[in-house]
């Protein structure tokens, strides 16, 4: 009975060592934007949002909160890929959200998810306005 006790433990360690690590499917996300930080000095000095989200990488979405301050209407709200400008095209368009602070969830490309979960410091979010069309607020997003 101990050898079959034993024999059988040594087989599912053997199992557990060469399983396949699963892929990480899903990646938190935050920044907290300001107008300072927008290329250029263009931002909203007086304005400011806080964005958290999740990518998931099974689903191909990222859902979101982001909580504005002082900006009035925006109209638009990117993810961009930095580069060494800071002034790249967006990677991923967003939702406005909604006012009443909802969670927001949009689908995107599997790829672009993908490198924004694996390397959040190399993207940035930023907030535009009728007031400020190149961003009123912007961020670097970090895990």
């Not at 499917?25 to 304005?47: H, Y």
């Not at 909160?65 to 368009?93: E, F």
Request: glycine fraction near 10%.
């Amino acid at each position: 009975m101990k050898k079959t006790v034993v024999w059988g433990s040594a087989v599912l360690a053997a199992t557990l060592a060469t399983a396949p690590v699963m892929a990480q499917t899903s990646s938190l996300l935050a920044a907290n934007l300001l107008g300072q930080e927008v290329a250029d000095g263009g931002g909203d000095d007086k304005a400011s949002a806080n964005f958290n989200g999740e990518v998931n990488l099974t689903r191909n979405t990222l859902c979101y909160y982001l909580d504005m301050d002082g900006l009035g209407s925006a109209n638009a709200v990117h993810i961009h890929q930095k580069d060494q400008g800071g002034t790249d095209g967006p990677s991923l368009a967003l939702q406005v959200p909604a006012p009443n602070g909802d969670e927001t969830c949009v689908n995107g490309d599997n790829a672009v998810l993908a490198a924004i979960a694996k390397t959040p410091d190399d993207y940035y979010i930023d907030v535009h306005t009728p007031e400020h069309p190149k961003g009123a607020v912007r961020s670097a997003l970090k895990e």
